[in-house]
């Protein structure tokens, strides 16, 4: 029989579990962390739920929310609203960018100036360029030159230059919602305990090794050495950086991570009613609070506010530039045709749920396993 190894448990190990078992493989799955589930795992903090950063459920492509949605069904929140916190104006304004909000800013008029001077997109070559092009140089001031900064702990988002990763964004919306990504679906696990249910379901044909750290790997010959024995795979789908995989042969590459902090409010709200989270834009030390609750949607006297704070203490977010992408390229081509990386990490990408899922399915078609039908 076919042998698999999963490397990783978060939403890419175990999707490829799910469909892989689906094969009638023998698959096994090694995490390191005592639960599966990774970035996308409902803890509990003094009864509210919440994850690390929000992880809602973003899609243009309604067949990956039917998949998710048959295991745990989901609710719709199409009228999610973000704001940007603009300390120099000082307001909150919708984000995506909203055209309305441009005449409540004090500068209202050299913003409309920009505006009417705008020539396209088209020839950018990086962040900067492109939002400047898009928005004109005072919005790119309020909302993007500060945020981005200081989300990537870099000193010009001129280094951004592989930027389309948004896809789902638009840089100024105009019409009557406010909402963010009115363009694509938009949903939340209706149960309590979030996606928690999918990865128990994904895995359920599955060998899981928790709190299982891999000691060394030899790729070439499809072998990982776990409490110092070597066992070799006829498939591994790793969902780790592939600089792991490779022992670091071409370098290493760039990751930013954040560090996350809760706290409590004894209010039953914080935020107005159609805000799920706010965006800082200015010398705070964080760039977004959450509030769990917009999400989860349970009734509690108090509510939990998540905030995210970039930091270099864990792997979160692949740099979104040539040279880093170009390095991340080189150890993907070199692995074995049997050995798939995936998943965030796994693909050195700025990838969410709903393509993590997409990529599962693009492995299982080249594996010969159907893809599933909804
Ligand atoms: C702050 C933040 C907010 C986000 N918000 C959203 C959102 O709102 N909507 C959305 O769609 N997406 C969001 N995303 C992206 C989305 O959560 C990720 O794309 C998705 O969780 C990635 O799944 P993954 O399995 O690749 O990685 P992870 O969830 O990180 O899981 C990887 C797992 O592999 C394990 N692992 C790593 N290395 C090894 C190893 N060597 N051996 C064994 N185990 C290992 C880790 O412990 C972890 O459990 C967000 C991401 C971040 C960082």
């Given at each position: 029989m076919t042998t698999v190894l999963v490397i990783g448990g978060g939403f890419a190990g175990c999707c490829a579990a799910h469909l892989l078992s689906k094969k009638g493989w023998k698959v096994t799955l090694a995490e390191t962390a005592p639960f599966l589930g990774g970035g996308c795992k409902t803890f509990f903090y003094g009864g509210h739920p919440y994850t690390y950063g929000p992880r809602h459920f973003l899609t243009q492509d309604e067949r990956l929310f039917d998949f998710l949605n048959?295991?745990?069904?989901?609710?719709?929140?199409?009228?999610?609203?973000?704001?940007?916190?603009?300390?120099?104006?000082?307001?909150?304004?919708?984000?995506?960018?909203?055209?309305?909000?441009?005449?409540?800013?004090?500068?209202?008029?050299?913003?409309?100036?920009?505006?009417?001077?705008?020539?396209?997109?088209?020839?950018?070559?990086?962040?900067?360029?492109?939002?400047?092009?898009?928005?004109?140089?005072?919005?790119?001031?309020?909302?993007?030159?500060?945020?981005?900064?200081?989300?990537?702990?870099?000193?010009?988002?001129?280094?951004?230059?592989?930027?389309?990763?948004?896809?789902?964004?638009?840089?100024?919306?105009?019409?009557?919602?406010?909402?963010?990504?009115?363009?694509?679906?938009?949903?939340?696990?209706?149960?309590?305990?979030?996606?928690?249910?999918?990865?128990?379901?994904?895995?359920?044909?599955?060998?899981?090794?928790?709190?299982?750290?891999?000691?060394?790997?030899?790729?070439?010959?499809?072998?990982?050495?776990?409490?110092?024995?070597?066992?070799?795979?006829?498939?591994?789908?790793?969902?780790?950086?592939?600089?792991?995989?490779?022992?670091?042969?071409?370098?290493?590459?760039?990751?930013?991570?954040?560090?996350?902090?809760?706290?409590?409010?004894?209010?039953?709200?914080?935020?107005?009613?159609?805000?799920?989270f706010l965006y800082y834009a200015n010398q705070e030390p964080f760039t977004r609070i959450v509030e769990y609750k917009k999400f989860y949607q349970y009734q509690a006297p108090t509510t939990l506010l998540g905030l995210e704070i970039p930091s270099f203490s864990n792997k979160l977010y692949p740099y979104p530039v040539k040279k880093d992408q170009a390095i991340a390229q080189r150890y993907l081509d070199a692995l074995p045709e049997n050995v798939f990386s995936i998943g965030r990490a796994g693909s050195y990408r700025y990838i969410d749920v709903d393509d993590i899922i997409a990529q599962c399915f693009e492995m299982a078609a080249k594996l010969d396993i159907p893809v599933p039908q909804v």
């Open positions: 048959q295991y745990v069904p989901m609710r719709r929140i199409p009228g999610h609203e973000f704001l940007t916190y603009v300390e120099r104006d000082p307001g909150f304004y919708h984000f995506p960018i909203h055209r309305d909000d441009v005449a409540l800013m004090p500068d209202a008029q050299q913003v409309e100036q920009e505006l009417g001077q705008l020539n396209g997109v088209e020839g950018a070559h990086n962040l900067e360029e492109y939002w400047i092009r898009s928005v004109g140089p005072t919005l790119y001031s309020k909302f993007i030159d500060g945020y981005s900064r200081k989300m990537w702990q870099i000193s010009s988002n001129t280094e951004i230059d592989d930027f389309a990763f948004s896809p789902k964004g638009v840089a100024l919306k105009t019409g009557p919602t406010k909402a963010a990504w009115t363009e694509a679906v938009s949903a939340y696990p209706l149960k309590i305990n979030g996606y928690d249910d999918y990865f128990d379901i994904a895995t359920r044909d599955t060998t899981v090794y928790l709190r299982t750290k891999i000691e060394a790997y030899d790729i070439a010959h499809s072998r990982v050495k776990i409490n110092g024995e070597w066992h070799t795979y006829d498939v591994i789908v790793s969902t780790t950086s592939p600089e792991v995989l490779l022992n670091g042969v071409f370098g290493p590459l760039r990751w930013i991570g954040r560090d996350f902090l809760k706290i409590v409010l004894p209010i039953e709200h914080a935020f107005p009613e159609h805000v799920y």
